[in-house]
């Protein structure tokens, strides 16, 4: 794709022109170019290899302090023409706000991360002998879904203070959904998903795999939770987001401005427990699924958003940072480092007097205080510091913001999804209910 970059930037310098000639007073240009390799597996065979391609346009505009976005699949002169003519209208009947903006100048950048093109034949040979292992290691083991592609993107965006970064980026990802039966039992289906520079290591060794696979197996015999109790539950690294999305999300703008979020106010104080360390880090070396540039047009830059419990910063873009008064962030989230502990993940099981240990949430979003209830998938009881068995599915429910600060360990184990990099987390004072 290398070759066509030229092409890309008179594409993307020409959109930006062609908002400027149509009167915008600021204006922004992403265009993305990627190809994407793809192998399937159904049935336990190799069945599928297609090769995609996808042009993706977004222009911003800002005019008379009313703003307008759109977005095209397609980069030809006529759907350009039309898109413009689009988005001016849109910011048009937009309502103005001063606090509407673009990135300042920054110095042009080049950024690269991975490799230019796809190994077929590495992809082919890892695929069969994920099948070949899986088959041997868990005969039992259904794989309903099975996926490893390659992307290779270049991403240009320019606007009209001076703004220039591009972006070439090659990147593999893996993505398995599976279950298990034996006799007329059938797990639950559960999944899993990794990206990775490389396809050094065999698949079932990445991420949580292997782990998953195994706890699949065991899950054909479940039993129910008996009664209701308050009790810790300890949130595997495949469970984390569903259980701290609730506190990055209250971060953003969009809760920040609208003054719902209950975090908007607590930089500098402790909103999790001391033992706590996470990082924002899109940009570096160990996380190999990160990005370069914000949506608002800035180089990311690498960030501690909690250290030892305490909130160091909001997840403010370029709007509610004007909006607000308060700091911009300095990348958009995402590509989570969280700090390992200092205890094994048995010494935590050991910890638990009686709990469970989640493996997958299902269920409603929390409201703006963090109060939540989800069902609990895939999951075990522990009593007396022993994994007992797997569990049917079970209720949970707790504030998130109060579970946060109860945290009671984190494990020296961390499982690397590629695009993060996550221990297993104990929490105290969670509603437990089963039958």
């Known amino acids: 794709m290398r070759h066509d970059v030229e092409k890309d930037v008179r594409i993307a310098k020409r959109s930006l022109e062609a908002l400027m000639k149509a009167g915008a007073d600021k204006a922004q240009t992403n265009l993305s170019i990627s190809e994407k390799h793809e192998m399937n597996i159904e049935a336990g065979e190799i069945n599928l290899l297609r090769t995609t391609f996808n042009t993706s346009l977004h222009l911003g505009?800002?005019?008379?302090?009313?703003?307008?976005?759109?977005?095209?699949?397609?980069?030809?002169?006529?759907?350009?023409?039309?898109?413009?003519?689009?988005?001016?209208?849109?910011?048009?009947?937009?309502?103005?706000?001063?606090?509407?903006?673009?990135?300042?100048r920054q110095e042009p950048a080049e950024f690269c991360k991975g490799p230019l093109e796809p190994d077929l034949d590495a992809m082919y040979d890892r695929?069969?002998?994920?099948?070949a292992t899986v088959g041997q290691r868990y005969p039992t083991i259904n794989l309903r879904q099975v996926i490893l592609s390659f992307?290779?993107?270049?991403?240009?965006?320019?606007?009209?203070?001076?703004v220039d970064f591009k972006t070439f980026k090659g990147i593999y990802h893996f993505v398995?959904?599976?279950?298990?039966?034996?006799?007329?039992?059938?797990?639950?289906?559960n999944g899993t998903g990794v990206s990775m520079l490389d396809l050094d290591r065999e698949l079932i060794d990445c991420g949580s795999v292997d782990m998953l696979l195994k706890q699949s197996v065991e899950q054909t015999a479940t039993r129910p939770i008996e009664g209701k109790f308050v009790g810790d539950v300890i949130v595997t690294p495949d469970a984390f987001g569903s259980i701290w999305g609730f506190l990055f999300g209250s971060l953003t703008d969009g809760p920040v401005v609208s003054d719902t979020s209950i975090y908007k106010d607590k930089v500098g104080e402790l909103v999790a427990g001391p033992q706590l360390t996470l990082h924002c880090r899109p940009v570096a070396d160990e996380i190999a699924d990160g990005y370069f540039v914000t949506s608002d047009g800035y180089a990311a830059q690498n960030s501690t958003?909690?250290?030892?419990?305490?909130?160091?910063?909001?997840?403010?873009?370029?709007?509610g940072s004007r909006k607000t008064g308060r700091a911009r962030a300095v990348n958009q989230g995402g590509a989570i480092v969280v700090e390992p502990g200092n205890q094994s993940l048995s010494d935590l099981v050991r910890s638990v007097e009686r709990g469970i240990l989640l493996c997958r949430l299902s269920g409603g979003a929390p409201n703006s205080y963090g109060d939540f209830s989800g069902v609990a998938k895939n999951s075990y009881l522990i009593e007396d510091g022993e994994i007992k068995y797997p569990i049917s599915e079970s209720m949970i429910?707790?504030?998130?913001?109060?579970?946060?600060?109860?945290?009671?360990?984190?494990?020296?184990?961390?499982?690397?999804?590629?695009?993060?990099?996550?221990p297993w987390i104990a929490l105290s004072g969670v509603t437990i209910s089963g039958k």
């Open 61 to 104: 505009v800002i005019k008379d302090s009313r703003n307008g976005h759109i977005g095209i699949s397609s980069s030809d002169e006529a759907s350009i023409e039309k898109a413009v003519s689009d988005v001016m209208d849109i910011a048009a009947g937009a309502h103005p706000d001063e606090a509407h903006d673009i990135a300042e």
């Open 127 to 131: 695929l069969k002998s994920f099948v």
């Open 151 to 162: 992307t290779r993107s270049n991403n240009y965006v320019m606007n009209s203070n001076g």
């Open 176 to 189: 398995a959904m599976f279950s298990a039966s034996e006799d007329d039992k059938v797990s639950s289906l």
């Open 305 to 319: 958003l909690i250290e030892r419990g305490v909130l160091k910063g909001l997840l403010l873009g370029i709007y």
């Open 397 to 422: 429910s707790c504030n998130l913001a109060e579970a946060y600060k109860n945290i009671t360990g984190i494990s020296r184990e961390r499982v690397d999804f590629g695009s993060s990099i996550i």
